[in-house]
């Protein structure tokens, strides 16, 4: 045991900005974060859901790092070999946008530089921004291991990528094909089925007229997008439909432009829905592209890159698509064809980075092949074999891979990791390799080029598990903490991220990435809203870390959470928080005041009545929070600690010892409250550690401890010494007591100073002894002078305040204590008021025309009103009663 050094005490207040910084960076120099491969100790690891290089910390990010952080202190203390491995994701899209903009700012594009000169410039820009979020974090209190960060294009991560797309190729899971993708025209690439978000989004609904050919008939169609009328090649009515089966195989004519395009018979269409005849588009609509696949179509694109109207659109090439659509609606009300315009409401597409409407085109992309990497990434969630929680995720992951798509993987990007397909000019051959290659194998050419795009983000990022620990070298790593033991992420990357590392852990390391998932809601704004830049509502943490410190951000966030729902962000909360720390803090302050001789060593405790009950509370305190953090309830750990701190041992039991602290008792007694107080204290930093992780350390290193650090101090265990059930029944009953009289006291207007007698009755024997033990506490909690104590009592006493606790009858004479008449005066003039009051509300509630007439919420006011002025009425009588 050492006695820490305790020279000055505690600041008067405590400064978060100052403490947090000290520590953070004193960890960090001794390498406490780092983990060695320990083959003697049992692993437990957490891979970072890697943050773009290009962003900030945000709310999502603070919680979902606090959660993190939360558990690899928790393990760390309870002797585990914790890796929590950081590291940033270089996010395609999202960087290249940055450094564009940064270019246009100069007056050049991409183009003006060329691809190489366009990467350093990137490289660049991510060596002077890239660390922004990682230093954020640091600020939070995250203890990764961050010696060991990891970048998603670094040089193992790269060959990592390089590896898989070859391994997946070579087996026929990875192909190039032209398909319908999702376009956008504002970053110019391709993105992902989940990357696409719907918005409703209020439009109109065209209903267009196509003549059949050499007939006087028509069929309607409708539309939200008439633009793409002019990539027609069929309209489609279901093979049962009574209306349309004549036509079947009949010939209409496009309008406008004339083209001769056929009827056919498709079971995807619905007949009830609209006109029952669809316009059938394959090269702009996903559903079009299937039917075009089985109808054997051809496929007429009409648009560009860009979002502008090609040759194949006829009088419309060179008009951007909605300033087309426009025109087309006025064509086609002049010729004749446009039969009506309804609103609409639909859900239409927006790429995830900038927003802009997403346009379906088909374009040669290369694709994942899911299926066969799905069935296994079900099986391991069905078998129990990988858990998540809050278990209802399970259900939606299942659902979704069970109904996937293959994953389309190119992007038409500079940044990021480049396609390793390489295509030889002279013989058309198609090279797929982990190292460049240098000539054709097929006919010894030199004359190669590889292909231009790169892999989606997430590519590299479902490899994260593994490749940040070496893979696909065989390292210690590897073997000792893969898989890891727990994720923890946002339920909105379930399926970009969470269900790819697992189908990809599964094909490359025969084994799940992680034993269980830990799912955490949103951080939503204090009105339910979720944070976004367009509503103005988002909370920087860093912020809140500047005004409040990281301590009360991560408690805040972590308390009233409960996993897989989102949260409200609330600045009372905040509040509330700070608060809590300021008590602790000053809790602290007032132990380290009356321990400056205390040597924890040199006490022989001889426990009280309130040290026995305040250890036994700590057990149960230590045995809840290491049950709940074990359920990944974090928050209701946290709940059970902030009760214990605030309520039980701030507010009672250092109530309790000041006596003995003050010396008004034997040596032995204040040596006793010393060492529970310091016991208590040290037990409980150690428990909130976790949470607050800088305001514990400082506490704690100025406590009498042994080790270097807080964060490598032993988890607090149940000593089951202390379990004294029989103290905690003796100290609720005189709590309670406690209560009743302070509660009496208020009522009865008794100021705080004046000391007052009273009679307490037991209605047991045992409850008689329990008083008599605690009567001194209760003459000091109470503010009792004069203290009767008896089993049962013959005549209850004229002029006394009553209360009951726990079956023990308390009376407080009040003679002399208060001017008896002026109070009984004064609680008359009150229940008079009150009665007035009542009468008023009852008249109007009497009054038939009154409930008929008025509001139901206006009548239900009044009735609460009125239970209200009875409920006060009655109790103001008692205490006149109590009077005499």
Same mark, same amino acid.
Not at 222 to 241: K, S, Y
Not at 292 to 318: C, D, F, K, S, W
């Given at each position: 045991?050492?006695?820490?050094?305790?020279?000055?005490?505690? &600041? !008067?207040?405590?400064?978060?900005?100052?403490?947090?910084?000290?520590?953070?960076?004193?960890?960090?120099?001794?390498?406490?974060?780092?983990?060695?491969?320990?083959?003697?100790?049992?692993?437990?690891?957490?891979?970072?859901?890697?943050?773009?290089?290009?962003?900030?910390?945000?709310?999502?990010?603070?919680?979902?790092?606090?959660?993190?952080?939360?558990?690899?202190?928790?393990?760390?203390?309870?002797?585990?070999?914790?890796?929590?491995?950081?590291?940033?994701?270089?996010?395609?899209?999202?960087?290249?946008?940055?450094?564009?903009?940064?270019?246009?700012?100069?007056?050049?594009?991409?183009?003006?530089?060329?691809?190489? $000169?366009?990467?350093?410039?990137?490289?660049?820009?991510?060596?002077?921004?890239?660390?922004?979020?990682?230093?954020?974090?640091?600020?939070?209190?995250?203890?990764?291991?961050?010696?060991?960060?990891?970048?998603?294009?670094?040089?193992?991560?790269?060959?990592?990528?390089?590896?898989?797309?070859?391994?997946?190729?070579?087996?026929?899971?990875?192909?190039?094909?032209?398909?319908?993708?999702?376009?956008?025209?504002?970053?110019?690439?391709?993105?992902?089925?989940?990357?696409?978000?719907?918005?409703?989004?209020?439009?109109?609904?065209?209903?267009?007229?196509?003549?059949?050919?050499?007939?006087?008939?028509?069929?309607?169609?409708?539309?939200?997008?008439?633009?793409?009328?002019?990539?027609?090649?069929?309209?489609?009515?279901?093979?049962?439909?009574?209306?349309?089966?004549?036509?079947?195989?009949?010939?209409?004519?496009?309008?406008?432009?004339?083209? #001769?395009?056929?009827?056919?018979?498709?079971?995807?269409?619905?007949?009830?829905?609209?006109?029952?005849?669809?316009?059938?588009?394959?090269?702009?609509?996903?559903?079009?592209?299937?039917?075009?696949?089985?109808?054997?179509? &051809?496929?007429?694109?009409?648009? !560009?890159?860009?979002?502008?109207?090609?040759?194949?659109?006829?009088?419309?090439?060179?008009?951007?698509?909605?300033?087309?659509?426009?025109?087309?609606?006025?064509?086609?009300?002049?010729?004749?064809?446009?039969?009506?315009?309804?609103?609409?409401?639909?859900?239409?597409?927006?790429?995830?980075?900038?927003? *802009?409407?997403?346009?379906?085109?088909?374009?040669?992309?290369?694709?994942?092949?899911?299926?066969?990497?799905?069935?296994?990434?079900?099986?391991?969630?069905?078998?129990?074999?990988?858990?998540?929680?809050?278990?209802?995720?399970?259900?939606?992951? =299942?659902?979704?891979?069970?109904?996937?798509?293959?994953?389309?993987?190119?992007?038409?990007?500079?940044?990021?990791?480049?396609?390793?397909?390489?295509?030889?000019?002279?013989?058309?051959?198609?090279?797929?390799?982990?190292?460049?290659?240098?000539?054709?194998?097929?006919?010894?050419?030199?004359?190669?080029?590889?292909?231009?795009?790169?892999?989606?983000?997430?590519?590299?990022?479902?490899?994260?598990?593994?490749?940040?620990?070496?893979?696909?070298?065989?390292?210690?790593? %590897?073997?000792?903490?893969? &898989?890891?033991?727990?994720?923890?992420?946002?339920?909105?990357?379930?399926?970009?991220?969470?269900?790819?590392?697992?189908?990809?852990?599964? #094909?490359?390391?025969?084994?799940?990435?992680?034993?269980?998932?830990? =799912?955490?809601? %949103?951080?939503?704004?204090?009105?339910?809203?979720?944070?976004? $830049?367009?509503?103005?509502?988002?909370?920087? &943490?860093?912020?809140?870390?500047?005004?409040?410190?990281?301590? !009360?951000?991560?408690?805040?966030?972590?308390?009233?959470?409960?996993?897989?729902?989102?949260?409200?962000?609330?600045?009372?909360?905040?509040?509330? *928080?700070?608060?809590?720390?300021?008590?602790?803090?000053?809790?602290?302050?007032?132990?380290?005041?009356?321990?400056?001789?205390?040597?924890?060593?040199?006490?022989?405790?001889?426990?009280?009545?309130?040290?026995?009950?305040?250890?036994?509370?700590?057990?149960?305190?230590?045995?809840?929070?290491?049950?709940?953090?074990?359920?990944?309830?974090?928050?209701?750990?946290?709940?059970?600690?902030?009760?214990?701190?605030?309520?039980?041992?701030?507010?009672?039991?250092?109530? %309790?010892?000041?006596?003995?602290?003050?010396?008004?008792?034997?040596?032995?007694?204040?040596?006793?409250?010393?060492?529970?107080?310091?016991?208590?204290?040290?037990?409980?930093?150690?428990?909130?550690?976790?949470?607050?992780?800088?305001?514990?350390?400082?506490?704690?290193?100025?406590?009498?401890?042994?080790?270097?650090?807080?964060?490598?101090?032993?988890?607090?265990?149940?000593?089951?010494?202390?379990?004294?059930?029989?103290?905690?029944?003796?100290?609720?009953?005189?709590?309670?007591?406690?209560?009743?009289?302070?509660?009496?006291?208020?009522?009865?207007?008794?100021?705080?100073?004046?000391?007052?007698?009273?009679?307490?009755?037991?209605?047991?024997?045992?409850?008689?002894?329990?008083?008599?033990?605690?009567?001194?506490?209760?003459?000091?909690?109470?503010?009792?002078?004069?203290?009767?104590?008896?089993?049962?009592?013959?005549?209850?006493?004229?002029?006394?305040?009553?209360?009951?606790?726990?079956?023990?009858?308390?009376?407080?004479?009040?003679?002399?204590?208060?001017?008896?008449?002026?109070?009984?005066?004064?609680?008359? $003039?009150?229940?008079?008021?009150?009665?007035?009051?009542?009468?008023?509300?009852?008249?109007?509630?009497?009054?038939?025309?009154?409930?008929?007439?008025?509001?139901?919420?206006?009548?239900?006011?009044?009735?609460?009103?009125?239970?209200?002025?009875?409920?006060?009425?009655?109790?103001?009588?008692?205490? %006149?009663?109590?009077?005499?």
């Amino acid at each position: 045991m050492t006695t820490a050094t305790r020279s000055g005490q505690l &600041p !008067t207040t405590y400064n978060p900005q100052e403490v947090e910084s000290k520590w953070y960076s004193r960890w960090e120099e001794k390498g406490y974060f780092h983990a060695e491969v320990d083959k003697n100790k049992e692993p437990f690891s957490i891979v970072m859901p890697p943050p773009n290089v290009t962003g900030a910390l945000h709310m999502g990010h603070a919680l979902d790092n606090t959660m993190q952080d939360i558990l690899i202190r928790w393990k760390r203390m309870q002797g585990y070999n914790t890796l929590w491995m950081p590291g940033t994701d270089h996010a395609g899209i999202a960087t290249q946008a940055k450094v564009e903009e940064q270019l246009a700012k100069e007056g050049l594009s991409k183009y003006d530089l060329g691809r190489e $000169k366009f990467l350093e410039r990137v490289w660049d820009w991510k060596n002077t921004y890239g660390d922004r979020i990682t230093k954020q974090l640091r600020r939070l209190g995250a203890s990764c291991d961050w010696q060991r960060e990891r970048f998603t294009m670094d040089e193992g991560c790269s060959k990592a990528v390089r590896d898989v797309f070859v391994e997946l190729y070579n087996k026929g899971l990875i192909y190039r094909g032209s398909y319908i993708i999702n376009w956008c025209p504002k970053c110019m690439t391709t993105i992902s089925d989940i990357e696409v978000e719907h918005e409703e989004t209020a439009g109109k609904l065209y209903h267009i007229a196509y003549p059949v050919k050499d007939s006087q008939e028509r069929i309607i169609v409708a539309t939200t997008r008439p633009e793409t009328m002019l990539g027609d090649v069929a309209v489609a009515v279901h093979p049962e439909d009574e209306r349309y089966r004549h036509l079947i195989g009949k010939t209409l004519i496009l309008p406008i432009l004339g083209r #001769e395009i056929p009827v056919i018979a498709d079971e995807y269409v619905e007949k009830e829905f609209g006109t029952g005849a669809v316009k059938i588009t394959p090269a702009h609509d996903l559903n079009d592209f299937e039917i075009g696949q089985r109808h054997h179509l &051809p496929q007429i694109t009409v648009m !560009t890159r860009e979002g502008l109207m090609n040759e194949e659109a006829g009088p419309y090439q060179g008009m951007e698509r909605y300033a087309c659509r426009a025109q087309i609606v006025k064509d086609l009300e002049a010729q004749g064809y446009l039969v009506k315009v309804e609103d609409h409401t639909h859900a239409v597409g927006h790429c995830y980075r900038c927003d *802009t409407v997403i346009e379906p085109m088909v374009s040669p992309q290369w694709f994942v092949k899911m299926k066969p990497l799905a069935e296994p990434a079900i099986k391991v969630v069905q078998e129990g074999k990988l858990r998540f929680v809050p278990e209802r995720f399970t259900k939606i992951y =299942i659902n979704w891979l069970e109904n996937i798509r293959d994953w389309c993987i190119s992007r038409q990007l500079w940044w990021g990791h480049r396609i390793p397909v390489w295509y030889c000019q002279d013989c058309g051959a198609e090279i797929c390799a982990k190292e460049n290659p240098t000539s054709c194998p097929h006919c010894g050419s030199t004359n190669l080029e590889q292909d231009p795009d790169v892999l989606d983000t997430w590519f590299s990022s479902a490899l994260w598990p593994f490749s940040t620990m070496g893979w696909p070298e065989q390292t210690e790593e %590897l073997a000792h903490f893969y &898989p890891t033991s727990v994720l923890v992420t946002g339920r909105d990357i379930i399926f970009f991220w969470v269900a790819r590392m697992i189908f990809m852990g599964l #094909e490359f390391m025969q084994e799940r990435p992680f034993k269980e998932v830990l =799912i955490h809601g %949103l951080v939503l704004d204090a009105q339910g809203r979720k944070m976004s $830049k367009s509503l103005g509502n988002g909370v920087d &943490p860093i912020d809140i870390i500047d005004q409040y410190g990281a301590d !009360t951000l991560r408690f805040m966030l972590i308390t009233g959470n409960t996993p897989g729902n989102d949260l409200r962000f609330q600045q009372e909360r905040l509040e509330g *928080t700070r608060n809590f720390a300021n008590k602790i803090w000053n809790a602290a302050r007032f132990a380290l005041l009356n321990l400056g001789d205390f040597k924890p060593e040199e006490v022989q405790p001889e426990l009280a009545l309130a040290d026995r009950w305040i250890l036994s509370r700590l057990n149960h305190t230590i045995e809840e929070v290491t049950r709940q953090l074990g359920r990944y309830e974090l928050g209701e750990a946290a709940r059970v600690l902030y009760d214990f701190i605030w309520s039980e041992f701030c507010d009672w039991y250092i109530e %309790l010892i000041k006596p003995r602290l003050y010396g008004k008792e034997t040596p032995g007694s204040r040596a006793t409250a010393q060492w529970t107080l310091w016991y208590v204290l040290s037990r409980t930093m150690e428990l909130l550690h976790p949470f607050m992780p800088f305001i514990t350390e400082e506490i704690w290193q100025a406590l009498p401890h042994q080790g270097e650090t807080i964060m490598l101090a032993p988890w607090p265990q149940v000593k089951s010494e202390f379990n004294a059930p029989d103290a905690e029944a003796a100290m609720e009953l005189l709590m309670e007591a406690i209560r009743a009289v302070r509660n009496v006291r208020a009522e009865m207007n008794v100021p705080p100073s004046r000391q007052i007698a009273a009679i307490m009755a037991a209605n047991r024997q045992e409850n008689l002894a329990v008083l008599q033990a605690g009567a001194g506490y209760l003459k000091q909690l109470a503010g009792i002078g004069e203290l009767e104590l008896v089993l049962t009592l013959q005549e209850k006493p004229a002029q006394a305040a009553a209360a009951v606790a726990k079956g023990v009858e308390i009376y407080l004479p009040l003679a002399g204590l208060i001017d008896i008449e002026k109070e009984k005066e004064r609680l008359a $003039k009150e229940l008079a008021k009150v009665e007035e009051d009542l009468a008023r509300v009852e008249a109007k509630l009497n009054n038939e025309s009154f409930v008929a007439r008025a509001p139901a919420a206006v009548v239900e006011k009044e009735k609460a009103r009125a239970a209200e002025y009875r409920e006060k009425a009655e109790a103001l009588r008692e205490r %006149l009663a109590a009077l005499g």
